[in-house]
């Protein structure tokens, strides 16, 4: 069933009934601060603070893109936020160390994927007015379930275990208190 609705989903993008964005919305742009919660199967969810700081950079198009963790905010990364095909919705979080994520922004909601140390991380951050939703699926490769018999009628699907979950609220700062 959930097949059926992932190809439902292709195919509707595939028609041009998907809304992309040719730009980054305005809104993004500011300071976001709040709290996300970490969840792991079977352990207490635990909570940290997190910012996000998103301004132009030098470059035009281009977007400072930085994420601070932590109360203090010691634990920074300054990210670069840059078009490929914005057209198409296509950008790229450049961590400046060779390491380049691909992202696609739909709609007020800006998506990722990548896969680090046998891990798949999926990140979204989502506009709903003065909040930006935020989230990480981490999910381990290593853990994988097939199912289905291979053929044309009834190809195989793989799951996969999930291993944690982040999520949370930020809230956009007044322009003074950008630090």
Not at 93 to 111: M, R, T
Request: charged fraction near 20%.
């Amino acid at each position: 069933m959930r097949a059926g609705f992932i190809i439902l989903f292709i195919l509707i993008c595939r028609s041009g009934h998907c809304q992309l964005s040719t730009t980054l919305p305005a809104a993004f742009i500011g300071h976001w601060k709040g709290e996300l919660e970490w969840r792991v199967a079977g352990k207490a969810p635990k909570t940290f603070a997190m910012e996000l700081l998103v301004k132009p950079a030098d470059s035009p198009g281009h977007y400072s893109w930085l994420i601070r963790y932590g109360s203090e905010g010691n634990d920074q990364r300054p990210y670069l936020l840059k078009p490929v095909d914005s057209a198409n919705g296509h950008w790229v979080i450049d961590e400046q160390n060779g390491i380049v994520l691909d992202s696609y922004l739909l709609g007020n909601s800006l998506h990722g994927a990548f896969t680090v140390q046998n891990n798949t991380i999926i990140d979204r951050y989502s506009l709903q007015g003065d909040s930006l939703q935020v989230s990480f699926l981490m999910i381990r490769l290593q853990d994988r379930n097939r199912s289905g018999k291979g053929t044309d009628e009834i190809p195989y699907a793989d799951s996969y275990r999930i291993s944690g979950y982040q999520s949370g609220i930020l809230i956009r700062q007044p322009a003074n208190k950008i630090r």
